[in-house]
């Protein structure tokens, strides 16, 4: 297994065609760069939104309301079936669906319309996409993370007088996020690794940067080093921090790191 | 410290009030599961400074009729008052309207439980655990939160465990925590579902003897228990359920020595032997 990984490794570095001095050249590259600012920063946004919706979606499917329950049931089962490319390029194409989109009343007047092109661009499209993935994913993530919390808390809470948001917040939410933080690490590397799609929407990320430099250059290979070394780069770090929290949240609340830790 | 707050705590006047005050009272309350009606119309009252003790066959609808005081299950007729109060609902005119959730937590924290099964929240230690809800309900300082749950540890004989988890404390010593728990809010009643079942049996005095201490100062409780010579020795009233409805009640010698009812008399010739 060491032999084998020895030579793959020496294969890979000196057979000349990997043109390891390309991919030097173009890796801090100002195109590249921007690219990575793009891909980090849809990874950004789209967390930080799936997270607050898929909050909300979890607790009205978990919640007592029937047809709230019922809703965010169909929502998770719709944009967990259809795949991200798919939703992508749906979004993209959405002019072609409805030229123009407008605010009113329906069969009445409109307030305002909008050209669909001008309001959902490349941007727009690749944000709503990936967050309606993304939050369908998460609210079934925090929703396991809700049912892990006995409704014994739930009631001791309640006896004690503590409203239903003082609950969530002080109580449960603590408690869920032992168990939801380690497969939420997972989708933030899944999710930065899933904005490579919107290169087909031509949405300039870090794979699309690097498909129009190698579209003129030809040099394919070198720069799809130069794109596979950044994710690497980028997912090393997010796993870090993810580890980190994960310690952080075990000491918080996991007594028995807590004396494993003072007694060392 | 310890001397003014026990100075300003309403129990210790407890004694002082005639005993036909009225501080609960449940009025044909009724309750179903699924379609299966588990209390058919129970009526019974507590006075200010009584302990009553709930004891009956599991299923007998004694901890369904507990959890109905504090509105943890709602009753699905009659109603529960407190202090003259209905639970979970607000008087609008002749009719009663429905609390929102906010306005129950209010009336709630008037009241404390504790439960058959600890509940202590995990992440917290005693002391966090204690002076959460005074802090978020109450909206005391964290200090004076503290202060409370200390004195309140020293109470139930936990002093030295206030830094410890709950994990790493026995059942017996989670539930004196969880009595602690109910107290800081200084409640007008305590209600107790069955409190020691799920202790180890040498864990069972040490809840107990809190529990005696606190019918001696005079707190207002309803105890659902299995533990008759506990029922005996501290109630003022014993009442005996089955099959979702009040078979009978009265003193514990009397209810216990000499029951009038033949369901009565079987429960606890089962549960004595």
């Given at each position: ?22 991919v ?11 690219g ?15 997270l607050?919706?898929?909050t ?5 499917r ?9 809703a965010?049931?169909g929502f ?12 992508l ?18 069969w ?6 909008f ?16 967050t309606?993935?993304q939050?369908?994913y ?11 919390v006995?409704?014994?808390?739930w ?7 503590m ?15 032992r ?24 949405l ?15 040099q ?31 000491r ?13 | 410290?310890n ?36 209390l ?11 302990t ?5 066959p ?11 005081v ?23 005119g002749e009719h009663?309207?429905e ?16 439960f ?6 995990p ?14 309900v109450?909206?005391?300082s ?13 109470r139930?004989?936990?002093?030295d ?18 009595i ?11 209600l ?36 008759m ?35 009565t008399?079987a429960f606890?010739?089962?549960?004595m032997?």
């Amino acid at each position: 297994m060491l032999l084998f990984t020895a030579m793959t490794f020496a294969t890979v570095v000196t057979n000349s065609r990997f043109e390891w001095r390309v991919v030097g050249s173009y890796l801090f590259e100002i195109r590249i760069l921007k690219g990575i600012g793009v891909s980090v920063g849809m990874t950004a946004i789209t967390m930080a939104l799936s997270l607050v919706f898929g909050t909300a979606v979890a607790l009205m499917r978990t919640g007592r309301a029937r047809l709230l329950a019922l809703a965010s049931a169909g929502f998770i089962w719709v944009f967990r079936s259809i795949p991200m490319l798919v939703q992508l390029l749906f979004w993209y194409n959405l002019a072609a669906l409805f030229p123009t989109l407008s605010l009113g009343i329906p069969w009445g007047p409109r307030f305002v319309t909008f050209d669909s092109n001008a309001l959902i661009g490349p941007l727009s499209a690749a944000v709503i996409g990936l967050t309606l993935h993304q939050t369908a994913y998460i609210a079934e993530l925090i929703r396991s993370g809700l049912l892990s919390v006995p409704s014994g808390q739930w009631q001791a809470a309640a006896a004690l007088g503590m409203t239903p948001t003082q609950t969530f917040f002080r109580i449960v939410a603590p408690q869920a996020a032992r168990v939801i933080v380690p497969p939420m690490g997972n989708e933030v590397i899944s999710l930065l690794k899933a904005t490579s799609l919107v290169s087909v929407i031509s949405l300039s990320d870090l794979l699309y940067s690097v498909q129009l430099i190698y579209a003129k250059n030809f040099q394919t290979v070198p720069l799809l080093i130069v794109a596979a070394l950044w994710y690497m780069t980028i997912t090393g770090f997010l796993g870090f921090l993810q580890h980190r929290l994960e310690r952080r949240l075990s000491r918080q609340h996991m007594p028995a790191a807590k004396t494993n830790g003072s007694s060392l | 410290m310890n001397d003014t707050s026990h100075g300003q705590n309403p129990r210790e006047e407890a004694d002082y009030i005639p005993h036909s005050d009225l501080l609960v009272s449940l009025r044909d309350i009724r309750k179903s599961f699924r379609g299966t009606e588990v209390l058919h119309g129970v009526t019974f009252e507590i006075r200010r400074g009584e302990t009553v003790c709930l004891i009956g066959p599991s299923g007998s609808g004694k901890s369904t009729l507990l959890r109905c005081v504090n509105h943890l299950e709602a009753p699905d007729e009659g109603l529960v008052l407190v202090g003259g109060r209905p639970i979970g609902y607000r008087h609008s005119g002749e009719h009663l309207v429905e609390l929102g959730s906010r306005e129950l937590a209010v009336q709630r924290a008037s009241m404390g439980m504790v439960f058959q099964s600890f509940n202590l929240f995990p992440h917290l230690t005693a002391r966090e655990n204690i002076a959460e809800a005074p802090r978020r309900v109450l909206k005391l300082s964290k200090e004076e939160a503290n202060a409370r749950a200390e004195q309140l540890m020293a109470r139930v004989g936990l002093a030295d465990r206030l830094d410890s988890y709950p994990d790493k404390l026995s059942g017996g010593q989670q539930q004196r925590v969880a009595i602690a728990r109910a107290l800081a809010m200084r409640p007008e009643v305590m209600l107790f579902d069955e409190p020691t079942s799920a202790l180890d049996p040498e864990m069972v005095q040490e809840v107990l003897t809190v529990i005696r201490d606190l019918a001696r100062d005079g707190m207002t409780m309803l105890i659902v228990t299995h533990e008759m010579r506990f029922a005996m020795d501290v109630a003022d009233r014993v009442v005996f359920m089955d099959h979702g409805r009040i078979v009978e009640q009265g003193p514990p010698q009397q209810l216990i020595s000499a029951p009038a009812h033949e369901r009565t008399r079987a429960f606890l010739s089962k549960v004595m032997s």
